[in-house]
């Protein structure tokens, strides 16, 4: 035991031992696992077939053993001593072996973990020298069984999840590094991550999201047995090997078995939960051929899935590793901007389209790069993607709006509002009505001069609707919310009746085309004429030319924004412009 020998290799010594003290005698052992299964761990001088036997004993048989004594020769103690003599119909007897005698080994709870058993030659009962032979083994047995179990527990701990039982990361990397030693094989690789866990973790309870990993482990062994296997290598980050898979349409089978395992809802503390994950993939050769890289790359497919195919599944591909360096590179620079305060805030007015006086602002991040140059969102969009960026990023532009428009009140500019623009990853924040309320609130500035812009993007992402009750929570504390984008996603007019939003900012796409494309014009008609019914202003993105601004005033709309009127502009700039052509 000390120097690691295995468990079965320690009993069939054992075994030996006694055999060699007592040359007319031969032993086996038996050992009880779990639901009561017994395994025929040792038995060197028995027959492997007789030794097979011998774990094909009826579930009860342990039960049934009953105390020596009634003239069997052994101790009367009923207690770690049982046996009698058994016909060969019920504990099968070894050929040319004529009596047997056992004793249960017992753990400190009182439950039996073992069987050592002693085989005659004549039907006859141990001698005394057996008999304490027979002793020492079961208290040597209790002891080596207690350390193999322990070793047992930790190796459980070493190598399995304690929440999911599957096997975790430091088992995945054994595994893969096993199977790129092997020149010849291929496999599969899948990184899957369960969506929304956090916001899950955060409305329901941890309860709620450790089940939800569970279940979603629990799917995911039932989809992926043997050749695949599957681990929980993060928090809500899961792996699977597939050895079946040798190449990427193999793979896609699996993930489509997986995404259908995923589809049914399940109950949990009276909640109804939807499973979703994203699943990026590569396979060995075509992909990579160390576990590095293999990993590096399934995990470039996984993010540009969460980014552009949440909820979808994404195959590597070599193109993703160069857009996966860009954006790692661009959530650095844009970080060491921030640090260096090169996040600057620009503005562009919202007019009215009869008079071309500004109504409003939205306000628009811009860089400014060492050389002075300053870049455009579009340029680092990609650092968005990160959330603590994304964060920070939201709150300096918050705090920014909130002082500039303390200082054009304080000039006494007519002013009415600034948009300031909203990821998904704001909505993390439970307190983000808070955190706003904070910020304006610092600056003595009414919450009703600010307007959020939310792309109909975030709304879809949100879970269980979360992202419109926070919606509500903002809108209730007095402040507009603009759905920006519209038009450009998924059943936008459905949306309208679900979330909660004060403007409708038609998309540029549609402004573009509004002169020569006859269905285009049609939509923006429809769309200023929905939104009118519903008590929504609408507001036309990216004019460009004074005959886009007369078309849309023909139709219906009054307000809009774009190059016609003004280019976004620092807060000097801007404040000069309002003092000129403010509303009144």
Known sequence: MAVGETFEAILALLCRRVQALIPEIACSIVTVGEEGHLCANAGPSLPIPDRNLLAHLSGDWLDRTQPAGGGNPARDDGETTKVPL??????????????????????????????????????????????????????????????????????????????TNLQNRRRFNTVIESKLGQASRSFGLLLIEVEHLKTINDTMGPVVGDQVLREVASRLEQVAPAPASAFRI???????LADDSADHARLRELVSRIFDAMRPPFRCRDNTISLQVTIGGVVRGTDGDSADHLHQNADFALQHAKASHRGGYVAF????????????????????????????????????????????????ARLQTKDGRIASAGEFADAFTDPHVADRLTRQMLSE??????????????????????????????????????????????????????????????????????????????????????????????????FPVDLIKIDKSFIDRLLTDAPSRVIVEALIDISEKLGMRTVAEGIECVAQAERLSELGCRLGQGFHFARPADAAHTTALLKQSAQR
């Open 401 to 498: 709006v909130a002082a500039d428009i303390r200082t054009w009140l304080d000039d006494g500019i007519p002013f009415q509002h600034v948009g300031v623009n909203l990821a998904m990853s704001d909505f993390r924040h439970r307190n983000l009505d808070q955190i706003i309320c904070a910020t304006f609130d610092a600056e003595q500035v009414s919450l009703q001069h600010l307007v959020l812009e939310v792309t109909e993007t975030v709304f879809m992402d949100g879970p269980n609707h979360d992202v419109a009750r926070a919606v509500t929570r903002l809108r209730d504390k007095g402040m507009l919310v603009a759905l920006d984008d519209f038009g450009t996603g998924f059943a936008s007019l459905t949306h309208l009746l679900s």
């Open 86 to 163: 058994r016909p060969s119909s019920e504990l099968v007897l070894p050929s040319g072996w004529a009596a047997s005698w056992s004793s249960t080994v017992k753990a400190p709870t009182g439950q039996t973990v073992a069987l050592f058993t002693m085989y005659f030659r004549n039907k006859r009962g141990p001698s005394e020298q057996e008999r304490i032979v027979a002793e020492t083994c079961v208290r040597l047995l209790s002891i080596g069984i207690d350390r193999w179990h322990l070793q047992q527990r930790n190796r459980q701990l070493a190598h399995y999840d304690q929440l």
């Open 234 to 240: 993060g928090g809500d980050e899961f792996a699977v």
């Open 317 to 364: 591909e070599p193109g993703l590793r160069t857009s996966a360096m860009r954006r790692i590179e661009t959530i650095r620079e844009v970080a060491l901007a921030l640090a260096e305060h090169r996040i600057v805030t620009y503005y562009q007015p919202i007019v009215r389209l009869d008079t071309e006086q500004i109504v409003g602002l939205e306000a628009l």
